[in-house]
């Protein structure tokens, strides 16, 4: 299966803590994106990084991707209790014209 | 500018019946995309529609089928509904398809199949 794994699957941390989620993928990448769902809505997109990029920032968003372990991690600094979601991760893989979600990682921000 | 609108948001099927939902994309997007999101498979890619042809096809039965009209809305439908059809079906709309950018996702219609 092409789908990404993220980790870990639940994370829980506290107001102003740093969390990070890590992806893992299988096949060669155009690009790499993140994305965010609160519970039972839809996704809302939050950066892309493309293969040829190691490292991307958005406000309080932090990617890094790195195409040898075929692998990304996204940090969210100075989290806050309205960052609770889930958060995917996608890829473009090359040749398949689809992006394909990982299996998520639920953030819990308690106040 | 309106972003995507799925209808219905709810719906309640029986085993057996067929159902088809809707989704309009954001102006100008000529790209459609249906995922299928279960607790239990996660986020299934479907099918995408571009300019009213389908672009690429995920490993779902026949049951599932869709079309793209010339205004860029879309429509899929599931016939011979199944208990595992019940998920929340997300429509999503881009510019120019999926290999480009970001995809911009409706609020999803929740099917539940008795």
């Known amino acids: 299966s092409q789908q990404g794994e993220e980790d870990p699957q639940a994370l829980s941390i506290q107001e102003g803590e740093n969390a990070t989620m890590n992806c893992s993928y299988k096949?060669?990448?155009?690009?790499l994106q993140w994305y965010r769902q609160n519970s039972g809505r839809g996704l809302v997109h939050l950066i892309l990084?493309?293969?040829?990029?190691r490292e991307k920032h958005s406000g309080r968003l932090r990617v890094t991707l790195d195409t040898s372990k075929k692998s990304s991690s996204l940090l969210i600094t100075a989290s806050r209790a309205a960052d609770t979601a889930s958060y995917f991760c996608a890829t473009d893989a090359i040749g398949f014209q689809k992006l394909v979600f990982g299996t998520g990682t639920r953030l819990l921000v308690s106040p | 500018k309106a972003g995507v609108t799925q209808t219905p948001r709810y719906l309640i099927k029986t085993r057996g019946q067929q159902v088809t939902l809707s989704c309009s994309p954001i102006?100008?997007?000529?790209?459609v995309s249906w995922y299928q999101q279960t607790p239990g498979q996660g986020l299934q890619f479907l099918f995408e529609y571009f300019s009213e042809t389908q672009r690429n096809k995920g490993n779902f039965p026949g049951r599932f089928s869709g079309r793209q009209f010339s205004n860029s809305r879309s429509e899929m439908n599931v016939s011979t509904l199944e208990l595992g059809d019940s998920a929340l079906y997300l429509c999503?709309?881009?510019?120019?398809?999926?290999?480009?950018?970001?995809?911009?996702f409706g609020e999803g219609s929740r099917l539940t199949v008795l």
């Open positions: 102006s100008g997007h000529r790209s």
């Open positions: 999503a709309s881009s510019l120019t398809g999926q290999d480009t950018g970001e995809l911009f």
């Open positions: 990084i493309r293969s040829n990029e």
């Open positions: 096949t060669s990448i155009n690009n």
